[in-house]
Structures are given as C-alpha cells and as structure tokens.
C-alpha cells in the first residue's frame, strides 16, 4: 500500500507483482500532476508536469530527485523534509521560464519498495501574473529596477534585468538568482535592509519608501537609489513584496555639481564683494583726505572773502563786489560738496557721533523753514509750516537734524517751479514724531526713487540737471536719520510733486540734559549750514 504524506490511507495503492513503475502511472496518470522517483531518480514524468513547468520528460528523467527538486524547479525544500511534510505548507516552483508558481507537494511512498510518487498541485489563482496583471508591463521595460519578494521567506519571485544586474555574481543572470533568497543574492548588509524594510511592512501594511540610499555594490561606484516598497495581499494575506527602485545617482551627482556650482558662485561672489567693500574703503579713505584737502584752501578763500567783506567793503566797487558775491556762493557750494563727501565717508568708516539733546521739534522745524524762507520767496514759492503739536520735546541731535531739514527743503526748492507751495508738516504717529516736506516740483520717477538715497543717486534727467548737484545729499540724509533710529521714505508723482517723510523715534534721552526749546536764529552754525546747504539756490 502507498500513501501520500498528510494523507494516509486515502490513495490506496497494491502492487500485486507489476513493475512498480507501470503500476504508478497506470493509477495515477489520468488524476494528478507527478513524477515517479525510484533509488531517488526521477524515472517518470507525466504530462500534465510537463504543462506546469515547461521542463520536457527529458530533461528531467534520469535525474536525482534532489536536482529536480532544487535545482531544476528550484524549490526551496529539503527533499526529505518534503517527504515528511505534515502541514501542507506551498512551495513556490519556477517553470523553465522562471514564472513563479505556488505548489502544495505531497509524496507518496510504498512500504516495501524504493518507489515514491511526488505530487504537484497548483494552488488555486497561484500566477503572479495573474494578480499583479497592472503591474507587468513594468517588468518588460529595463528603466527602473522591479522585483518581487516572497513575504516571509524574503524568495526573489520575479525581478526585471535591470534589477538582476545588480545582485551579487552569480546571481546577476535571472536564472540564477530566482527562486533565492535574499541573504544569498545580495550582500549581507543589504539583505538586512530588505528584511528591516519588510518587517516595518508587516508591522504597518502600508509602503515604505526609501529615498536617497547609497548602495556599495563590489568593484563598483556607490550608486544612490529612492525605493518604494508596497505589501501585495492575497486573501487579506500579506504575501508578497513588490520593489520598485529608482537610480537617483545621476540626478544626485547633477545636483550635487549645482550646488557645487552654486556654492562656487557664491564663493567668489562673497570674494569679489568684499573686494568691492574694499576698493569702497580705499575709495572712502581718498575721498576723505582729498576733501579733507579741498577743505583748508576753501576755508582759507571763505575767510578771504570775509574779511573783504568787514575790512574792504567800502574800497570795493559794486562790479568787484558782484564777482566777489559769486565767488562767496561758488566756495560754499564746493564746502558743502567737500562736508557731504566727508561726513559721509566719516560716518562710513563708523566714526559718526550722534549728540543727542532733549528738544522741542516743533519749535526746532519751524524756525528752520523760518531762516530758508528768503531762498524759497525769491522762487516766488510759498512756503508753509504745519504742526498738529504745540510742543514736542524729543531726544535729537539738532546739528544733523538740521542737516536733514536744510537738505530736504533745499531740493524741494531746487525742483519746485515758480509759483508754488511747499509744506512743512510736523505730525505724531505712533512711536515717532513725522516732519513731512512736501513740494509741488518736478516729481521724481519711480525707478529713480528707489536709488535717490543711494551714494550719488543723481536722478539724472535734464530736468534735475537744472539745478547742479552731486546726487550725495539724500544719501548722507538717510544715514543721519538711520543714525538716530529714524526712518526716511519718498511719495512722489512726477510732474505733480514730492513728499519726502521722515520718521523719528517718539523718545528722550534718559539723563534729563538741557532741555532747549529755543534755538538762536542768530546761531552762526544755522546761518552757515543754510549758507552753504542752499549755496545751489542764488540769492540776488
Ligand atoms: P544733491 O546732493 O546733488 O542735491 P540729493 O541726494 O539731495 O542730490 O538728491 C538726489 C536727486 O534726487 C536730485 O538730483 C534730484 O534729481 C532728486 N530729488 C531730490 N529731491 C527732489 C525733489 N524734492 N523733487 C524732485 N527731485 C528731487
């Protein structure tokens, strides 16, 4: 009597004296897929094998069981434990075409001969094909790497060349490598990776995904790959794990050489503005101590003329004392241009000294518009002063304050026609006390307002050439207002007018210094700042 393993009993079998192989087939034949071992050769082979496993009788006959059982259809059992088998575990087999297929084996033995029967059945929908029939097509193309994994063996089941290649030698030909484990077709460390990955799989039943690994192949460069590992389910089953990886090295490489490229830029951008903050500095100190030269001459010129002006004057006639007015206006305007070169690249070089004093803006601003009203009356402008305050005491430092003003009034001045207004206005806000100067001239373009407080941000049209500057002014005006935590910014339409505002913060000074409300318009300081500020605008 013969039976199959886990089924005793069930497939009765007597061997009355005919060969023992005959009588097997002639029983079996018509109902089961099977080979017929005997002293552990496969003598036997019945068609229906044939149809599974694409393996004709030929090459299989003749063969140790062991060699068809491993190595042929590569089935990851032990021959003796397969015939043991009690707990009607699958297989998975691979077909001449190494197409998966997932077997239940049974082996039936006599008990008086060496004869054994090894049965094939199929598991029902067992094709990978079938189940994973939107995903097949990705296995014929060669871009990415494909594969599918056995969950929890970690058996390769399918895989494209592109994902061959790279396994271990000799596992990197499709023959070799199916039907293996992971630990044996890939190195050690990468093989823990994968069960690592799986066991997050099993523990989530969700993706993984892997970006950006770098993977050490022998003899090889280090490549860099994105992966996305998804569960395959069958029968609610996890089973299988499909392996979509993406070699990301060239991309990786060419975004590494842009950032390189980037970082190089950068690199010699940062080396070639601190050499232009370098040459600014040079530039600074020579602007300095060639101003600083300009300066003793034209102060030796405008004591000169003063001393004309008390001691000569009635020696002078009035053709000498015309040209003498001339050269008087001509010296200011070149120590004005002389004191903004120098202040500014004074203040550059950090070495700006801010004094400040508790006083009253109002009063301050006011008496200011007050001494320039002669320039602006013989423009025939009017010139208006507004405060919504009375009084406001606020910690400034009045010189540069007064720069601030007398530069501000003196453009809108300059570029305001005939028969116009111009508006002082003194307004809190919040945290600051605003002194506005509005004009009615020229306007400035909007391009251009956004340069005018740059160094030497002439606006250079015909218009703004009518009256002559250098275009430093408003850049030394920010860095004064700056200087004093202030802010300073520019409204202004062309053809209709300017509005040039600055912001001051609304404090005092915490030691209470004399506190001036007063300012003496007889001040020498004013009238000389004014005098040489407004030495552009000619006074009959
Ligand atoms: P500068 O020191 O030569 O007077 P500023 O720095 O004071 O130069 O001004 C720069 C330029 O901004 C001027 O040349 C002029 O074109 C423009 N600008 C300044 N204020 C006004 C204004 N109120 N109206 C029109 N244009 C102005």
Redesign the pocket.
């Known amino acids: 009597m013969i039976h199959f393993n886990g089924n005793k009993g069930v497939y009765p079998f007597y061997s009355g004296g005919l060969l023992m192989t005959q009588l097997y087939s002639s029983i079996i034949t018509q109902c089961f897929t099977y080979i017929i071992v005997a002293n552990n050769f496969v003598v036997e082979v019945d068609h229906s094998f044939e149809n599974l496993t694409g393996f004709a009788k030929e090459e299989v006959c003749n063969k140790s069981v062991f060699t068809v059982i491993n190595k042929i259809l590569k089935i990851r059992a032990d021959v003796d434990t397969l015939e043991l088998n009690q707990d009607k575990k699958s297989y998975y087999l691979f077909t001449k075409d190494n197409e998966v297929r997932e077997v239940d084996i049974y082996v039936a033995d006599s008990d008086d001969s060496n004869v054994k029967v090894y049965r094939f059945i199929e598991r029902q929908n067992s094709q990978l094909e079938d189940k994973l029939i939107f995903i097949n097509h990705q296995f014929t193309e060669n871009i990415n790497c494909i594969s599918i994994f056995s969950v929890p063996d970690l058996i390769l089941l399918k895989a494209n060349e592109r994902c061959v290649d790279h396994f271990n030698a000799p596992y990197n030909k499709l023959d070799n490598s199916i039907g293996r484990s992971v630990y044996e077709i890939l190195s050690e460390q990468v093989a823990g990776r994968v069960e690592q990955l799986q066991r997050e799989l099993i523990r989530t039943q969700k993706p993984v995904y892997l970006k950006e690994y770098p993977l050490q192949e022998s003899d090889k460069k280090i490549t860099y790959w994105s992966t996305t590992i998804t569960p395959v389910f069958d029968k609610g089953e996890l089973k299988y794990m499909f392996i979509y990886s993406i070699d990301e090295t060239e991309l990786i490489a060419n975004n590494k050489l842009i950032t390189d490229q980037r970082e190089n830029l950068l690199k010699s951008q940062i080396e070639k503005n601190k050499l232009l903050e370098d040459l600014v500095v040079m530039k600074d100190e020579f602007l300095a101590t060639i101003s600083h030269e300009f300066k003793i001459p034209l102060n030796v010129i405008n004591s000169s003329i003063q001393a004309l002006d008390m001691f000569c004057k009635d020696e002078l006639s009035a053709r000498a004392k015309k040209y003498i007015k001339f050269i008087k206006q001509n010296t200011f305007r070149q120590l004005?241009?002389v004191n903004?070169i120098l202040d500014i690249s004074r203040i550059q070089a950090g070495k700006i000294n801010i004094n400040k004093k508790n006083l009253n803006i109002v009063f301050i601003s006011e008496s200011i518009v007050e001494s320039v009203r002669v320039y602006a009356q013989q423009k025939d402008i009017q010139i208006n002063f507004k405060s919504e305050l009375k009084q406001k005491i606020i910690s400034i430092d009045e010189a540069k304050f007064e720069r601030i003003l007398l530069?501000?009034l003196?453009?809108?001045i300059?570029?305001?026609p005939e028969g116009k207004e111009i508006t002082v206005d003194v307004s809190q806000k919040t945290g600051y006390v605003q002194i506005k100067?509005e004009?009615m001239?020229?306007?400035?373009p909007a391009d251009?307002q956004k340069v005018?407080?740059d160094r030497?941000?002439?606006?250079?049209?015909s218009?703004?050439?009518q009256?002559?500057?250098?275009?430093?002014?408003?850049?030394?005006?920010k860095v004064l207002v700056n200087a004093m935590n202030g802010k300073i910014y520019?409204k202004?339409t062309l053809g209709k007018?300017?509005s040039?505002v600055v912001l001051l913060p609304d404090k005092k000074a915490k030691e209470r210094i004399a506190e001036s409300t007063l300012i003496e318009l007889t001040d020498n300081r004013l009238i000389h700042a004014i005098e040489i500020e407004f030495s552009?605008i000619y006074l009959n």
């Open positions: 004005r241009l903004n530069n501000l003196s453009n809108a300059k570029f305001t100067v004009d001239g020229i306007g400035i251009k005018i407080f030497f941000g002439q606006v250079d049209s218009l703004s050439r009256a002559e500057g250098t275009g430093i002014g408003l850049s030394l005006v520019v202004s007018g300017s040039f552009d």
